[in-house]
């Protein structure tokens, strides 16, 4: 059985930090690329970053650049974002997901990510 969990969700004030961590079980987490994605309330989920398989590429939105970095271990399976300067504009829904995409590929298309977590939610205050 294929999971993925988030955990570290919570309530910050503006200007504060937070580290999601996505725990992967049921496939063979090196073999996929990881994302995560957000959706904020009314809004089509949105992605945030992505890491490749190895972990040699990185992509983020432009929206999340210098503050939010994705980083991953292989040996634990484990995928985390660390989230630092929150904005009221990050309160959302997050979710990590798997891309089993070939090669190094790290995508921003939601459509290649076939397994998705139930997501944590992250609310920033000002």
């Known amino acids: 059985q294929v999971l993925l969990v988030e955990s570290g969700g919570g309530l910050v004030q503006a200007g504060g930090s937070l580290r999601l961590s996505c725990v992967a079980s049921?496939?063979?987490?090196?073999?996929?690329?990881m994302g995560w994605f957000r959706q904020a309330p009314g809004k089509e989920r949105e992605f945030v970053a992505a890491i490749s398989r190895t972990g040699v590429n990185i992509v983020c939105a432009d929206s999340v650049k210098g503050r939010f970095t994705i980083s991953r271990d292989n040996a634990k399976n484990t995928v985390a974002l660390q989230m630092n300067s929150l904005k009221r504009e990050d309160t959302a829904v997050y979710y990590c997901?798997?891309?089993?995409?070939?090669?190094?590929?790290?995508?921003?298309?939601?459509?290649?990510?076939?397994?998705w977590g139930q997501g944590t939610q992250v609310t920033v205050s000002s």
């Open positions: 997901a798997a891309d089993w995409s070939p090669g190094e590929s790290a995508s921003r298309d939601i459509n290649e990510y076939v397994y």
């Open positions: 049921g496939f063979t987490f090196s073999r996929f690329a």
